[in-house]
């Protein structure tokens, strides 16, 4: 990895972000990326706006973001969008939901990622922030996947080398089980274009197919990543989580590629009926304490149930309300949107 900046030649980087009714978060996640190393004059931002009616726009135009009106039918279609406009070498992936936690982690990840021809991208660690509750901190920080459905259903990724900063992740054996591509997320835009991102991006579709070919490895900067502002209360992740499910079979209509059905450590009917019994989450719980010493694992606790509630009432919905398209097809996405804040 180079280390001497002034010698590295800077190459172009597209900070791709869906956005709707943002406004609460954007300013937050927007000024993490003005704050980074990486020249203003080399990056460009583009939100993929669904017709937000706050003033998402109007802050983005503050940091000299380009806007788009995203007409599609659910949120990746709106990444597709600006992924076709995006002029990087590089491409990140970023929420509405993040905060960039360094200033130097682009400058870290793309240099890592340029010296690592094997890896398929970059992926941020989720560290906990004073903005963030107590949950907040939980889900993302300590399952890093942001459900316990999902974390129970994802391998558990294997540590190969370090390099500096840089680490080098792959999964174990020959299974794909493991939602990557998001929340900072950064790509090569030449491996994008080998799997056809721009006709069928998906966050956790490209980084498969991208395993599928071959390219088993990733990379983590030590200590940095994304501060994930998920959701700061259980009601809300209940929620979330119906939401989060109904996109997801609206995904799955189009293009019916699945993480989950990729060699999981548990099928899925068995992590939800892990979750609805008391014992395996308490298991889980008093694991988690005993090693991290960190007693925000007690959430562990509701979550899990909450989990199982919020993806049954996102199926009930998506059957009830599957044709409910509206104008654009982003009416019902737009009804079930959970308020996003950051902790005061």
């Keep these: 990895m180079p280390s001497d900046s002034e010698s590295f030649h800077w190459p172009r980087v597209s900070i791709i972000m869906p956005t709707l009714n943002a406004g609460e978060l954007l300013d937050n996640v927007l000024g993490s990326l003005a704050r980074q190393t ?101 889900l993302t920080h300590r399952l890093h996947i942001s459900d316990p459905i999902c974390w129970l259903m994802s391998a558990n990724p294997q540590l190969v080398a370090r390099d500096g900063e840089a680490e080098r992740w792959r999964l174990p054996g020959n299974s794909c089980s493991y939602p990557l591509g998001a929340n900072g997320f950064v790509y090569r835009r030449a491996d994008l274009q080998a799997v056809q991102a721009g006709e069928k991006f998906q966050d956790t579709h490209v980084a498969l197919f991208l395993m599928k070919n071959g390219k088993r490895e990733w990379l983590r900067i030590r200590g940095r990543g ?12 209940v929620q979330k989580r119906r939401r989060a499910t109904v996109h997801f079979l609206r995904v799955q209509e189009e293009m019916p590629v699945n993480w989950m059905k990729e060699k999981p450590p548990v099928p899925l009917w068995l992590a939800a009926a892990y979750c609805v019994t008391f014992f395996g989450p308490l298991w889980h719980t008093l694991r988690g304490i005993a090693r991290d010493r960190d007693g925000r694992w007690l959430w562990h606790l509701l979550a899990s149930p909450a989990s199982v509630l919020g993806n049954a009432w996102g199926v009930l919905t998506y059957r009830r309300r599957r044709n409910d398209r509206g104008t654009g097809g982003q009416s019902l996405i737009a009804e079930l949107q959970v308020k996003q804040t950051l902790k005061r």
């Design 226 to 237: 994304v501060h994930h502002y998920y959701v700061q209360t259980l009601w809300g992740f």
């Design 38 to 138: 990486w020249p203003r004059d080399r990056y460009e931002i583009i939100l993929a706006d669904a017709h937000s009616k706050d003033r998402t726009r109007e802050i983005a135009a503050q940091y000299g973001a380009i806007v788009l009106d995203d007409n599609g039918k659910n949120m990746e279609e709106g990444k597709r969008l600006a992924l076709r406009h995006a002029t990087g070498e590089y491409i990140v992936f970023v929420d509405a939901d993040n905060e960039i936690t360094h200033p130097d982690y682009l400058e870290l990840a793309v240099k890592a990622l340029a010296a690592n021809p094997q890896a398929l991208g970059v992926e941020g660690y989720y560290l906990p922030s004073p903005k963030m509750s107590s949950f907040c901190a939980y």
